[in-house]
DNA sequence: GTCCTAAACTGGCCAGGCCACCAAGTCATC
DNA sequence: GATGACTTGGTGGCCTGGCCAGTTTAGGAC
């Protein structure tokens, strides 16, 4: 191998501060929901101005490690993945995508999340499908839906990756969406879905929800989708 | 469904700046290198002070999506997917329970990109597969083939997802890599997934690929793993 | 033309201050 | 005595203005 230098990275005091504080919580010397010192006695702990010392904070709170509350003080966040995990979406949203391949990528994600979502969701996660369902703003009913489904999956990796594919065919859902009689089917196939989970039968939860999909991607004017899952 | 208020959110400057840029980036109206106006016109420019303003790029400096060089400038960065992964890397360093959903997610897509690549992949693609297996640096040619196989599904969206995964398991992969035995086994199982593809095989393709995977995970000690496909 | 230097520009950091907001204690009311 | 409105300290949000250190560039010496 060549030399390749790459030297110093020198830190800024800001940077160094935010590694600071996220070595500190995982070595478990800040805990979630733990208050920090006031940005005023903080920075004279860390020896740098309250400016540099909000650029930190902000930083953390950006990473969702971190919250500020107005008035009340800097809380360590709850630290669930999901949440640790929302910055994804603004790297999936840059990759390139068309309608196709986010069909493709939902037909591949989601009838596994409901496959899964029948194996371990608790009762109460069930009973909040069922409220779903009877949701009268159809919309926001599928949107809540496909979003507990994945949810009760307990795969928070996999859920952020289906929630980023929802926001990015928002535009195409809304069109397709509105076609008469495309609602009432939906209706009557999300309801097979939840039966299915609520019965524990992942096999069924999962083609229930291969079907729904493959009708919505038709619906959708969708190419051909290449998955034979 | 109940009422659940989760109202309001008031923003505040730094943080809807930080939205601004994004969005300007998403829409292609800030590209990767460009660089930014300089601070204290870029403060006039939105009306926020500059210690707002270098709270916003200090939030998207740590994100990897803006990079500040002293002296010179601020400019947005390369943006390429590793990069923009890293700082997700704290998640994982949380806890372990993210390794098996890690693994889980693995296994649901990686087989599928096998098994689009068998019926997607051109010659110069299996080609660029085969010199990978012949790689000397074992993980190296490991990340490579995995990439390439992802590559050659045609979905960008899921190649992706499949690198995001891959970059929040590098420092668990690290570990597992370096046991003796696991890499020779590695490299047959790899002709094997590559073999299928050149043989225009999706079934078989999916399936060497689960069997690679599977042993991954057992060898790098995850829980069970739910999925059944 | 080449090289060097100095000035102009840019991000890094700081001090000090005002405002909006929250939480807890106080006080009047019932 | 319990309950409610009110006051008060503490907190984050934001700003003005400034100095320093690194980079870039244009002008001048050769």
Redesign the interface.
């Known amino acids: 191998m060549t030399a390749e230098f790459t030297p110093v990275h020198r830190s800024s005091a800001?940077?160094e501060a935010?590694r600071l504080i996220?070595e500190m919580?995982?070595d478990g010397r800040l805990t979630p929901g733990q208050r920090l010192p006031a940005e005023r006695e903080l920075s004279e702990m860390l020896r740098i101005s309250r400016?540099t010392l909000?650029?930190?904070i902000?930083?953390l709170?950006?990473?969702n490690?971190l919250e500020s509350r107005h008035g009340s003080g800097t809380y360590v966040a709850a630290?669930d993945?999901a949440a640790?995990?929302e910055?994804?979406q603004?790297?999936?949203?840059?990759?390139?995508?068309t309608v196709d391949?986010?069909f493709?990528?939902r037909l591949?994600?989601e009838p596994?999340l409901a496959?899964?979502a029948a194996?371990?969701a608790d009762a109460g996660q069930v009973a909040a499908m069922r409220?779903?369902l009877?949701?009268p703003d159809r919309v926001a009913a599928d949107v809540?839906l496909h979003r507990l489904i994945a949810d009760a999956a307990g795969?928070?990796?996999?859920a952020t990756?289906l929630q980023t594919?929802s926001v990015?065919g928002r535009a195409s859902r809304a069109m397709t969406a509105t076609r008469p009689g495309v609602l009432r089917r939906t209706a009557a196939e999300h309801a097979a879905i939840v039966d299915a989970i609520d019965r524990r039968d992942?096999?069924a939860a999962r083609a229930a929800m291969t079907e729904h999909l493959r009708r919505i991607a038709a619906a959708a004017g969708a190419g051909p989708i290449?998955?034979?899952?």
């Open positions: 800001a940077a935010v996220q919580i995982v400016p909000r650029e930190t902000r930083s709170v950006s990473l490690i630290l993945t640790l995990l910055p994804l603004f790297v999936m949203s840059l990759s390139g995508r391949e986010l493709e990528a591949l994600i596994a496959a899964l194996s371990r409220a779903a009877a949701e809540a795969n928070a990796l996999l990756m594919l990015l992942p096999d290449g998955l034979t899952t």
